[in-house]
């Protein structure tokens, strides 16, 4: 019996790769880079199932030439990079990688967090110089986080194990979201509306998803109401932040600093952002460990591994 035909958008970690053979035919072997608009069209009009991953635009058009398409299996937990109606119109699942990838881009935003307040990047990039002559007591100075308030827009998976990690720093936590969340025990989050969240932040951290209302939900009207003290994180979606008001913001210290790990029209960056010392950025590196990434590609194969077999589809969205 014929195995079902796959086709990957974009070339993922070995131990997935190895995993394929036994259950499905490749239509073509994937690379590491961006698929093409004639491989997409390609790959599509001919599989039964499909991995893509957050930088294939699947649209209405695309899914128009699929002939026995059963799945789409996005590589990410986001999904606003595909047509989910048209998806549906044509009968094609569409599957994400949920709670796998939490604690890492969790742990990220953290990083980010501690990198910009410390201006770990800055000294890192002035030790190699070779120009350091010593301590002293003025030198490189940045902000303390044990104690301060963490603002946290969106406590869904992600956003909740952000604010799990700073009790350790002692941190209260503020959050808005659409839902109230229980705090787990010993610790308090409270739950506020946008606008004091935004004004009593000393950290912000972003994890909403990229949607409709949240496209540019922190711009110049947000931006303006932070403390000049605080920094803005985001290990979302980068649409969701006004990239230009945030430059702006940033070269007038209207806020202290931001840690990026996304981008409103990535991959490319606006190019001011480069040259700002307040600012950490980071190559979309949310989920990227080893055993995460591969873990989301054994749940894409999972899902369809499900539709294919009629059966209940753990991760479907659409």
């Not at 070779?130 to 044990?146: C, K, V, Y």
């Not at 979309?284 to 999972?302: F, K, N, P, Q, Y």
Request: glycine fraction near 6%; include cysteine; proline fraction near 6%.
């Amino acid at each position: 019996m014929a195995r079902p035909t796959l086709f990957i958008t974009r070339l993922l970690p070995q131990p997935v790769m190895d995993a394929i053979p036994t259950h499905y035919q490749m239509l073509t072997e994937p690379v590491d880079r961006p698929a093409t608009a004639k491989e997409l069209h390609c790959g599509f009009s001919q599989a039964d199932a499909v991995i893509c991953t957050l930088a294939d635009f699947i649209d209405a058009s695309l899914l128009s030439c699929t002939t026995k398409l059963k799945i789409v299996a996005n590589y990410a937990v986001g999904y606003n990079n595909i047509d989910l109606s048209a998806a549906a119109e044509r009968g094609i699942i569409v599957t994400n990688t949920p709670d796998v990838l939490t604690d890492a881009t969790a742990d990220l935003t953290w990083a980010l967090l501690l990198a910009v307040a410390r201006r770990i990047a800055e000294g890192d990039a002035w030790i190699r110089t070779g120009n350091w002559t010593g301590w002293t007591p003025t030198q490189m100075l940045g902000a303390d986080i044990t104690g301060k308030t963490l603002g946290i827009l969106g406590m869904g998976r992600i956003g909740q194990a952000v604010a799990q990690r700073a009790a350790g720093f002692r941190m209260s936590v503020l959050y808005a979201g659409r839902h109230a969340v229980s705090s787990p025990p010993g610790l308090s989050w409270t739950r506020q509306s946008l606008d004091t969240v935004l004004t009593h932040s000393d950290f912000l951290s972003l994890h909403v998803p990229l949607i409709d209302t949240t496209h540019h939900l922190i711009g110049q009207r947000e931006l303006v109401r932070m403390k000049p003290t605080a920094f803005l994180i985001n290990t979302s979606r980068g649409p969701i932040i006004d990239e230009s008001a945030l430059l702006s913001a940033l070269e007038a210290r209207t806020i202290a600093g931001a840690g990026l790990d996304v981008y409103e029209h990535e991959p490319t960056i606006t190019p001011a952002l480069r040259s700002l010392p307040n600012v950490v950025l980071l190559p979309h590196l949310g989920s990227a460990t080893l055993e995460t990434r591969v873990r989301m590609g054994l749940i894409c194969l999972d899902n369809i591994a499900a539709t294919l077999e009629g059966r209940s589809v753990p991760n479907r969205v659409n």
